[in-house]
């Protein structure tokens, strides 16, 4: 799992095939017995209990790999049990409304893809319908470094070659519609004015990745977990990340060469500048906000306190 870095607050939540994780005997929780406080009678309430965890994205992504890894740590900081909800659909958006909706009793939370919901509002999505006052929030995981990747096959080979696409011969690249690498990487190309064409039609980035290595296109914008694998095997061919790697050490190693987007922004001018103040603005929000862990607005202070101190222990240890 990739390192991560936790905050105070965060940004939106997800999340069907369900797996339950009890708690480990054992684990130590720090409750103060001497004198009651909101974390003390908030950890008290979640002894024994059962909580769902959302997550908006397909069983066994890389999201609910993640999810099921922090709560079962949580599990044990409460000694409660955590259920492992998958809710796909929307960009996140089903999940985000489940969320939303929830009872106020602390006992469902989970998260999102902050950048989703940044993008799409960006867009102006119709379906996007967000307002932060419905959320309570606890933490956030850094958000993943995305990289254009092309196939051995393709024309471009560099990204300074994607500038050198034309209107009657674009670039193609395979993305799922609405997703945060979709309206990413549109704003990228927008920015330097690039010439491209979008294929649709992948579910997520499982499909996308299959249809890029049959060769369905010339290139794909994705997390770069996603095809590092190939990277190696050369077959995918980095163009551009979106900032510096250090883990995985494999995948830093193979990308340590390849320009990030904030340097190219320098040596290229932005043929559009809207987009590029759209991007350099997300660019700053974005890697910070990642996935947000949310609850329902108006649950319980107390509730709160052993939320957020059960995911900030968990999200700050070096096992994670």
Not at 180 to 196: A, N, V
């Amino acid at each position: 799992m990739r390192a991560k870095r936790f905050m105070s607050t965060a940004l939106v939540l997800v999340g069907l095939g369900a797996m339950t994780v009890a708690p480990i005997a054992g684990a130590s929780t720090a409750i103060a017995a001497k004198k009651s406080t909101p974390l003390s009678r908030g950890l008290a309430y979640y002894q024994g209990k059962t909580l769902n965890f959302i997550v908006s994205s397909n069983a066994g992504s890389a999201y609910d790999i993640e999810a099921r890894s922090v709560t079962t740590a949580m599990a044990a900081y409460l000694h409660a049990t955590i259920n492992v909800e998958d809710i796909p659909g929307g960009s996140g958006i089903t999940g985000q409304d489940l969320l939303e909706s929830s009872p106020k009793d602390g006992l469902t939370f989970g998260f999102l893809n902050g950048g989703v919901i940044i993008y799409n509002i960006l867009e102006h999505n119709p379906s996007v319908n967000f307002n932060p006052a419905r959320m309570d929030f606890l933490a956030g995981v850094s958000a993943p470094n995305h990289a254009f990747a092309a196939t051995p096959g393709s024309p471009y080979q560099t990204f300074a070659s994607l500038l050198t696409a034309t209107a009657a011969n674009p670039v193609t690249l395979l993305t799922d519609n609405g997703s945060i690498t979709s309206i990413e990487q549109k704003l990228i190309l927008d920015t330097f004015g690039i010439h491209y064409r979008i294929i649709t039609g992948y579910s997520n980035s499982s499909t996308q990745l299959a249809g890029f290595l049959r060769g369905d296109g010339m290139g794909m914008f994705s997390a770069v977990s996603t095809f590092g694998p190939y990277l190696q095997s050369h077959l995918a061919i980095p163009l551009a990340k979106m900032y510096p790697m250090t883990a995985p050490v494999n995948y830093a190693a193979v990308t340590a060469n390849v320009p990030t987007i904030p340097q190219l922004e320098r040596k290229y001018p932005a043929k559009n500048h809207f987009q590029a103040t759209a991007y350099k603005v997300l660019e700053a929000v974005d890697p910070s906000s990642g996935e947000p862990f949310v609850t329902a607005a108006n649950t319980p202070p107390d509730y709160l306190a052993a939320l957020r101190a059960a995911a900030v222990s968990v999200l700050s240890s070096s096992s994670m």
